[in-house]
């Protein structure tokens, strides 16, 4: 409870150490201070505490300031000072703030002495005294006469003070039924206003809900689509190596069937060089022979002649034979040879070839997978391009959203400002014309005093069925406070609950950037 005489400030601020600084302020200059950190929470000790000056921030969660200070004017508090107490120091939103019904903006980082002297200015005005009243004029002579007079000026001003009396009770029983009314539509509108920001703050959260499902829905269908990908590459490459193995064993099956046949033709090569050689060593010993029994049949002529020349001719046949077989031999060792180095140059050049055509098939899928990875990350920014475009997009049409229903606001407070104050005009008019009228009733009043009474008298009792019918009304009304008590209650259960919610919500959430 607050102390009798001292005045309540409700401080309303996001930032705990700033919040501490100014109610620590407030506190050593002799003020009760309360504080509260969102807009419902200052909603909330609004009505519980009833503070004489509120210092508000603008960006606070839950409700801005803006919106906190226009349902406060609005809603039956209009004579509550509001100091608007931000970092954000452009004329639009000095502007701003004065437009929803601000004293007073401030900007951060505040001078001390400058809040201290505003809030003394806001709570202690100085009030204007009125000049002392002239003292009465003294009396003149008693007579008959002026006792008559003065009896009927006696009576004219208890009826104008009855009636003035009348007039300011039913002034009084209007202005509270209307200030009952303004808190009724306050509370209405304070609620509509909570259910619509909760309903924004679902609509956020399911939009966010759907759109992290379908960020997950396309990462995941992005994911597979990769996997397959690479299942498919992976597939394509197994298979390719399967197919280079497969055309790599057939060529060495190839190779190994030329080997054989080449090694088949050298054996058969050889054979034939062999037979042959036999053959011409059979038919050079059938020679040798024929030529031996010549030599025999002729060696009784000329046996020593003979046995030289065959000597000379068997040495020159077997230097020419050995001559011959070294060339035959020689020949063939150069055919052979030429014929191994003729298989090793095509094994060399299809190897070779093999191993250009692997390198190329290899060099061949490496490309092609980087050009797949390059395609896979030319989408992948894509996307990202076209998702921050699609958020960027949606926060310029929330802003614009936001601005247009600001402008709409504030096209509303002032059509009822200026709505207000031509009623204000219309009253005043009014208000002068019913004093003219009464200063001419006054002139009128002596002559006209039992008309007057008897108007009187039938005022009176319409008054009487006016005030038969209020009460019959201050009962319905009554009937409805408690209604609205109880359902005031209901919804401050349901608020706690909401608050709960969202309390959990927010220490979930990260918090948000001023």
């Known amino acids: 409870m607050s102390e009798p005489g001292r005045k309540r400030i409700l401080v309303v601020e996001d930032e705990d150490n700033l919040r501490e600084l100014v109610q620590s302020r407030l506190e050593i200059e002799g003020f009760v201070v309360h504080t509260a950190a969102s807009g419902f929470e200052a909603l909330s000790k609004v009505r519980a505490t009833q503070p004489d000056l509120i210092i508000l921030d603008l960006m606070i969660p839950r409700m801005d300031g803006y919106s906190l200070c226009r349902l406060l004017k609005s809603g039956g508090m209009a004579q509550m000072p509001v100091i608007i107490f931000s970092a954000r120091s452009s004329p639009e939103d000095i502007r701003r703030g004065l437009d929803m019904g601000a004293n007073a903006y401030i900007v951060k980082p505040f001078d001390g002495p400058v809040l201290m002297s505003k809030v003394r200015e806001l709570l202690f005005p100085a009030e204007a005294r009125p000049e002392g009243a002239a003292a009465e004029p003294a009396p003149e002579h008693v007579t008959p006469d002026t006792l008559a007079q003065a009896e009927a000026e006696r009576r004219r001003q208890e009826e104008a003070a009855r009636a003035e009396a009348e007039q300011k009770r039913k002034e009084e029983e209007a202005r509270r039924l209307a200030e009952q009314q303004a808190q009724e539509e306050a509370r209405a509108r304070v609620e509509a206003e909570r259910r619509r920001q909760e309903e924004e703050a679902r609509r956020q959260a399911e939009r966010k809900a759907r759109e992290e499902a379908e960020a997950r829905a396309q990462a995941e269908a992005e994911q597979k689509r990769r996997e397959a990908e690479a299942r498919r590459l992976a597939e394509q490459r197994a298979q390719e190596e399967a197919e280079a193995k497969a055309h790599a064993e057939q060529e060495r099956k190839e190779e190994e069937a030329r080997r054989l046949a080449e090694q088949k033709a050298r054996e058969e090569a050889e054979a034939r060089a062999q037979a042959e050689a036999e053959q011409k060593r059979r038919e050079a010993e059938a020679r040798r022979l024929a030529e031996q029994r010549a030599q025999e049949e002729a060696e009784a002529k000329a046996r020593a002649e003979r046995e030289r020349k065959r000597r000379e001719e068997a040495e020159a046949k077997a230097r020419a034979e050995a001559e011959r077989k070294r060339k035959e031999e020689e020949a063939r060792r150069l055919a052979e040879q030429k014929a191994r180095e003729e298989a090793e140059a095509k094994a060399r050049a299809e190897q070779e070839r093999k191993r250009r055509e692997e390198a190329e098939a290899k060099a061949r899928g490496e490309?092609?997978?980087?050009?797949?990875?390059?395609?896979?990350?030319?989408?992948?920014?894509?996307?990202?391009?076209?998702?921050?475009?699609?958020?960027?997009?949606?926060?310029?049409?929330?802003?614009?959203?936001?601005?247009?229903?600001?402008?709409?606001?504030?096209?509303?407070?002032?059509?009822?400002?200026?709505?207000?104050?031509?009623?204000?005009?219309?009253?005043?008019?009014?208000?002068?014309?019913?004093?003219?009228?009464?200063?001419?009733?006054?002139?009128?009043?002596?002559?006209?005093?039992?008309?007057?009474?008897?108007?009187?008298?039938?005022?009176?009792?319409?008054?009487?069925?006016?005030?038969?019918?209020?009460?019959?009304?201050?009962?319905?009304?009554?009937?409805?406070?408690?209604?609205?008590?109880?359902?005031?209650?209901?919804?401050?259960?349901?608020?706690?609950?909401?608050?709960?919610?969202?309390?959990?919500?927010?220490?979930?959430?990260?918090?948000?950037?001023?």
Do not use: F
């Open 367 to 514: 490309a092609e997978l980087k050009r797949k990875e390059e395609e896979a990350r030319r989408l992948a920014e894509q996307k990202a391009r076209e998702e921050a475009e699609a958020r960027a997009r949606a926060e310029q049409k929330r802003k614009r959203r936001e601005e247009a229903e600001a402008k709409a606001r504030a096209e509303a407070e002032r059509k009822r400002k200026e709505e207000d104050a031509r009623r204000l005009a219309e009253q005043k008019a009014r208000e002068e014309t019913g004093a003219k009228a009464r200063a001419e009733q006054e002139q009128k009043r002596a002559k006209q005093e039992a008309k007057v009474r008897a108007r009187l008298q039938g005022q009176i009792r319409k008054l009487a069925e006016k005030e038969r019918k209020l009460a019959k009304k201050r009962a319905k009304l009554e009937a409805k406070v408690k209604a609205c008590q109880q359902a005031e209650q209901t919804c401050a259960q349901q608020r706690a609950q909401l608050e709960d919610e969202v309390r959990a919500r927010a220490e979930r959430e990260p918090p948000p950037q001023k």
